[in-house]
């Protein structure tokens, strides 16, 4: 892939396109910023579950006026930097006023959904297997899928292909989407995780999240992105046979090399999976 000349066209076909915030937690954000004294911890919280909150607050807290040279690699570390300052509340409020003048979109109900329990769970899986630093798995969990609602605003078919690639057994997800869209949501997800200034091996793992042979090959992409899509593909799992009581097609791929990666045999994960499950219910 030519990154230059790839990012320029991504730039040019979803100008304007942006993730909207969670409408539920937009409100609750409001409620408490119109409080005579906001609680900064609620704040923080209902900022660290919505995609869009986050990304923004990790753009700015990364930007030179906070950062001061040193790279966050968490939303728990932006809430903690920007907490920290006096405009932490008047940024949340703009942010806010930006959100609301867009309007509200329900058919992003289920990604708000799984955005969040996907980081929780994530955050628990690495507490558990202790490959990478719990904050960092839910930051990966909450972001990896966040080129999926900007290609569902761009492109009208972009449904129908997300389906098609839910479907196929023995065929990458990516080159589904690209079958049918001429793009993919890792891609996209990439290039917008560079724009809010999400740390690289985060990046990394988003634009490969769906590639399981970097699971199996040392080297390909970092060993944190490694863990990341590890734990993220073992979240989604668990989250699918929770709501389900079925899984899907995407642990199929993944489930020997994600094994592999962490050491854990097939059943050692199956036992995984139910105390994970119990930890959900």
């Known amino acids: 892939m030519n990154a230059i000349s790839e990012e320029t066209q991504l730039h040019t ?49 990364n930007s030179p006026a906070f950062a001061r040279g040193r790279r966050l690699e968490s939303v728990t570390q932006a809430l903690t930097v920007l907490g920290n300052q006096q405009v932490f509340t008047l940024v949340v409020a703009q942010l806010l006023k ?16 799984s955005s969040a329990q996907n980081a929780r769970l994530s955050a628990e899986l690495a507490r558990r297997l202790r490959c990478v630093r719990p904050d ?14 900007l290609i569902m605003k761009r492109f009208p078919k972009a449904r129908e292909a997300l389906a098609a690639a ?16 001429g793009t993919n949501h890792a891609v ?17 793992g988003i634009l490969h999240h769906h590639d399981y042979v970097v699971l199996a090959e040392p080297g390909r992409v970092s060993d944190q992105a490694r863990a990341l899509i590890g734990i ?4 989604e799992h668990i989250i699918r046979l929770q709501a389900n009581g079925d899984g899907e097609h995407e642990w199929a791929k993944a489930a020997p090399a994600t094994c592999q990666l962490f050491g854990l045999s097939l059943g050692a994960v199956d036992d995984l999976i139910d105390d994970m499950r119990d930890w959900l219910a």
């Open 13 to 61: 076909l979803l100008q304007g396109v942006d993730i909207p915030p969670c409408p539920a937690i937009l409100v609750d954000l409001d409620t408490e910023l119109r409080k005579d004294e906001p609680d900064s911890r609620e704040i923080a919280r209902l900022i660290s579950q919505d995609v869009a909150l986050s990304g923004h607050l990790m753009q700015l807290a």
């Open 136 to 149: 960092i798995a839910y930051t990966f969990g909450l972001f990896h899928d966040l080129g999926i609602p």
């Open 188 to 204: 996209v997800g990439y290039f917008l995780a560079r724009r809010w200034h999400l740390p690289d091996f985060v990046s990394e």
């Open 166 to 181: 839910n479907a196929a057994e023995d065929r990458c997800f990516t080159e589904t989407e690209e079958q049918h869209l």
């Open 98 to 113: 930006v959100a609301l003048a867009g309007g509200a979109d329900a058919r992003m109900d289920r990604f708000w959904e």
């Open 232 to 235: 993220c593909v073992l979240a």
